[in-house]
């Protein structure tokens, strides 16, 4: 509370204080942040009885000397004044005096943005037990939206470099699904692996306008595996190219046409 001696006083209800220090017109009155003055200070602590007497006081002193001491006036802040330290919530998070990076944070989640995810490669892929090779590709999924790459034939180490574009929130967690593709034709494809982003964790690099490349972790229920999944997402807001962009309309039920490839090695003939 910004306040004066007698403010002190007043609102501790201490009566011997309070007159003394008006006795000896020792430290003038003002108003606090909240726009009380001494008398409302007392009685709100309860001291009726002080509360009446300022109250008379500064009615009284007011008629005869409008400057009087017990005439409140607009506090103003002196030389050297410092503005307390913003209150910290329990995670340490400032609530007052935010960054601009965790502002935007706050403001993704209001209103949302379009973030440019690049699903680009993968290395140590493990083809399943009755499978010589892998013909894999790769689900992107946000929320009830999905999306995919094309597939890429016979390869443990692919490569896809595609980009997808996604509205998110920044509470989402994107799910990268690696599937070996059903060269078929039909839709029994086996899945591999799987890792998962969340997205609150790079929201500030990402309203920085950083590019955030990440490797992933890709981890499968049935065998332990060193899968690695290489990916980088950045605001669509920053990013240079639109040319590359993957429409919006790219949907899991598009036509998937084999991605082109250096001419696949001899099968390896591992087994899990």
Same mark, same amino acid.
């Given at each position: 509370?910004?306040? =004066?001696?007698?403010?002190? #006083?007043?609102?501790?209800?201490?009566?011997?204080?309070?007159?003394?220090?008006?006795?000896?017109?020792?430290?003038?009155?003002?108003?606090?942040?909240?726009?009380?003055?001494?008398?409302?200070?007392?009685?709100?602590?309860?001291?009726?009885?002080? #509360?009446?007497?300022?109250?008379? %006081?500064?009615?009284?002193?007011?008629?005869?000397?409008?400057?009087?001491?017990? #005439?409140?006036?607009?506090?103003?802040?002196?030389?050297?004044?410092?503005?307390?330290?913003?209150?910290?919530?329990? /995670?340490?998070?400032?609530?007052?005096?935010? %960054?601009?990076?965790?502002?935007?944070?706050?403001?993704?989640?209001?209103?949302?943005?379009?973030?440019?995810?690049?699903?680009?490669? #993968? =290395?140590?892929?493990?083809?399943?037990?009755?499978?010589?090779?892998?013909?894999?590709?790769?689900?992107?999924?946000?929320?009830?939206?999905?999306?995919? =790459?094309?597939?890429?034939?016979?390869?443990?180490?692919?490569?896809?470099?595609?980009?997808?574009?996604?509205?998110?929130?920044?509470?989402?967690?994107?799910?990268?699904?690696?599937?070996?593709?059903?060269?078929?034709?039909?839709?029994?494809?086996?899945?591999?692996?799987?890792?998962?982003?969340?997205?609150?964790?790079?929201?500030?690099?990402?309203?920085?306008?950083?590019?955030? =490349?990440?490797?992933?972790?890709? /981890?499968?229920? %049935?065998?332990?595996? /060193?899968?690695?999944?290489?990916?980088?997402?950045?605001?669509?807001?920053?990013?240079?190219?639109?040319?590359?962009?993957?429409?919006? %309309?790219?949907?899991?039920? /598009?036509?998937?046409?084999?991605?082109?490839?250096?001419?696949?090695?001899?099968?390896?003939?591992?087994?899990?």
């Amino acid at each position: 509370m910004r306040s =004066t001696a007698l403010m002190y #006083a007043a609102a501790g209800g201490h009566s011997d204080v309070v007159m003394a220090l008006l006795e000896a017109q020792a430290c003038p009155a003002l108003v606090d942040q909240k726009q009380r003055a001494p008398f409302e200070m007392a009685r709100e602590v309860g001291a009726e009885a002080l #509360a009446r007497y300022l109250q008379r %006081t500064a009615e009284h002193w007011r008629s005869s000397n409008p400057s009087s001491m017990l #005439a409140p006036a607009e506090w103003q802040k002196p030389t050297g004044w410092r503005e307390a330290a913003p209150e910290v919530d329990q /995670e340490g998070s400032k609530l007052a005096g935010l %960054t601009a990076a965790v502002q935007a944070s706050r403001s993704m989640q209001a209103k949302g943005k379009k973030v440019i995810i690049e699903v680009l490669r #993968a =290395t140590g892929l493990q083809a399943g037990m009755f499978i010589n090779s892998l013909d894999p590709f790769v689900k992107v999924r946000v929320g009830q939206e999905v999306q995919e =790459t094309q597939y890429v034939v016979s390869f443990t180490d692919p490569e896809w470099n595609e980009q997808f574009e996604f509205f998110i929130m920044g509470t989402e967690v994107i799910i990268f699904s690696v599937w070996d593709y059903d060269l078929t034709g039909g839709e029994d494809h086996d899945f591999i692996c799987r890792a998962e982003l969340p997205v609150k964790h790079h929201v500030k690099e990402l309203y920085k306008g950083q590019k955030v =490349t990440l490797e992933l972790h890709l /981890e499968n229920k %049935t065998h332990d595996d /060193e899968s690695t999944l290489f990916v980088s997402m950045q605001l669509a807001d920053f990013v240079k190219d639109p040319q590359r962009r993957i429409p919006e %309309t790219r949907r899991v039920s /598009e036509d998937r046409r084999p991605a082109p490839s250096p001419a696949a090695p001899a099968s390896s003939g591992a087994f899990l």
